[in-house]
């Protein structure tokens, strides 16, 4: 199948040839068909496979037929739910090259920045709204936006929305908007809570499974390196030695984790940045454009911070700290062999953390090929007996001065009502709302 066949406007397909796609991913291949017919959509699919194309172009699609009524006061057509902010900014950004030639109206807003700018940009209405749940529900209780006159709803990232403790919010959401409407539902994964949520949600849905969570990409070739932890310096070190490595991210399990490597790094030269919750929303989009740009070489993230990062060409990952959370694995080693590209994960796991490389082997159903062909390796730690995984998170805890680890993708929801997980930011404002003019739509 080529985009030609899927039945999208001319300005539409002009645009997708412009951005270099040549054919759909499988759920856009499968998505977009059904969507543009008005079906509603369950999704399982994780970011990589091309899933915000999937559902932005048959929503540009609607508004480039005038399907939908002209932006009028306060009202919001489309709402796109996501639980991050860097997640929300990549998904307007996406909105914005594909409608390129589409004439629409669109505003992103989120927590952890000043509101002011963001009640300018929707209170004449929006044809997309993208939104984390927490700033939505307080420019609504502000009377500066209404979404009861919503025609599509998606609801992205539903695993991690429910994570991140969204689920009062969203239930609260979907009490505010019209039964009739289109739905699209997507999450990584689907426990049965999130099929629970799904079918209060959807009707008739065609459902659609794309890379499962638990199957890690084939293109990106796994590395497991044991080492003593207080080698895992050197190794990185080492590691980075390759100049093959010329993108590279590094995760951490705790944002001080991740300020320690960067100090490392930069006290060795190595162009570097870190980008976690403890850094203004200015100064995490900062450092992932000059990462875009190749002026960083290594980009330093905790979990949450790296759900939002869509850049392509990543050489490496690198697990610093194996995750304590299994599915964190397949998130992280998918930020690499992207779009059709390769890609190399290595993690580097020491004595304590050999129980969670366990859980990781359950989930993807595999075992992660151990690498002993460098000056690090420690058969002391390959050979240790594995410690239960209850114990060897206190011992994580303890090392990282008593701190709860960071469990899923954001921890517990801040109160005070702006989402996006992770602490705040400079009031700075949401990116300007525009127009984009094309002879189709309103
Ligand atoms: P997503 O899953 O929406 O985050 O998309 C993952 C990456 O795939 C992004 O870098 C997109 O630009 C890219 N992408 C999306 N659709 C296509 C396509 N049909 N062909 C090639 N790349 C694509």
Excluded: W
């Excluded at 984790?257 to 100064?283: D, M, P, R």
């Amino acid at each position: 199948m080529e985009f030609k066949d899927l039945k999208l406007v001319e300005p539409i397909q002009k645009a997708i040839i412009k951005t270099g796609y040549t054919t759909p991913t499988p759920i856009q291949a499968q998505a977009i068909p059904p969507l543009l017919e008005g079906k509603d959509i369950l999704g399982c699919a994780q970011t990589g496979t091309g899933k915000t194309a999937a559902f932005a172009l048959p929503i540009l699609n609607q508004i480039a037929t005038a399907r939908y009524p002209a932006p009028s006061n306060k009202n919001a057509y489309a709402l796109i739910l996501t639980p991050t902010r860097e997640l929300a900014v990549q998904i307007f950004e996406n909105f914005k090259t594909y409608g390129e030639n589409v004439k629409f109206n669109m505003a992103v807003v989120y927590g952890g920045v000043a509101i002011g700018p963001q009640i300018r940009n929707v209170e004449h209405g929006v044809d997309v709204l993208i939104a984390t749940p927490g700033r939505l529900l307080d420019l609504i209780g502000q009377r500066k936006l209404s979404i009861q006159n919503l025609k599509t709803l998606v609801l992205d990232e539903a695993d991690r929305m429910l994570d991140m403790g969204f689920i009062h919010d969203i239930k609260k959401i979907l009490g505010m908007i019209p039964k009739q409407r289109q739905t699209l539902f997507f999450s990584a994964t689907m426990p049965p809570e999130i099929e629970k949520l799904a079918n209060t949600m959807l009707i008739n849905p065609v459902r659609i499974e794309v890379a499962v969570v638990s199957s890690t990409a084939e293109k990106i070739e796994q590395h497991l390196m044991y080492v003593d932890k207080s080698q895992k310096k050197d190794l990185l070190r080492h590691i980075l030695n390759d100049p093959k490595a010329t993108r590279v991210i590094v995760f951490t399990r705790t944002k001080h984790g991740a300020n320690k490597v960067t100090e490392l790094l930069v006290k060795n030269k190595v162009s570097s940045e870190a980008i976690h919750g403890n850094k203004s929303q200015n100064a995490r989009q900062r450092a992932l454009d000059t990462f875009k740009d190749g002026k960083t070489r290594v980009l330093i993230a905790t979990d949450i911070a790296a759900r939002g990062i869509d850049v392509d060409g990543i050489t490496h990952v690198i697990n610093y700290e194996i995750p304590n959370i299994s599915e964190s694995y397949v998130h992280r080693i998918g930020r690499t062999a992207r779009a059709g590209h390769s890609g190399i994960a290595i993690s580097l796991c020491d004595n304590e953390e050999k129980a969670f490389i366990k859980d990781i082997e359950k989930l993807i159903g595999k075992k992660i090929p151990v690498d002993r062909s460098h000056p690090y390796h420690s058969d002391a730690v390959e050979n240790a007996a594995l410690i239960s995984k209850g114990k060897a998170k206190a011992m994580v805890e303890r090392a990282t001065g008593g701190k709860r680890l960071n469990i899923g993708y954001g921890g517990p929801r801040r109160s005070g009502g702006s989402a996006g997980g992770g602490a705040g930011g400079s009031a700075s404002g949401a990116p300007k709302k525009k127009r984009y003019f094309t002879g189709f739509g309103k």
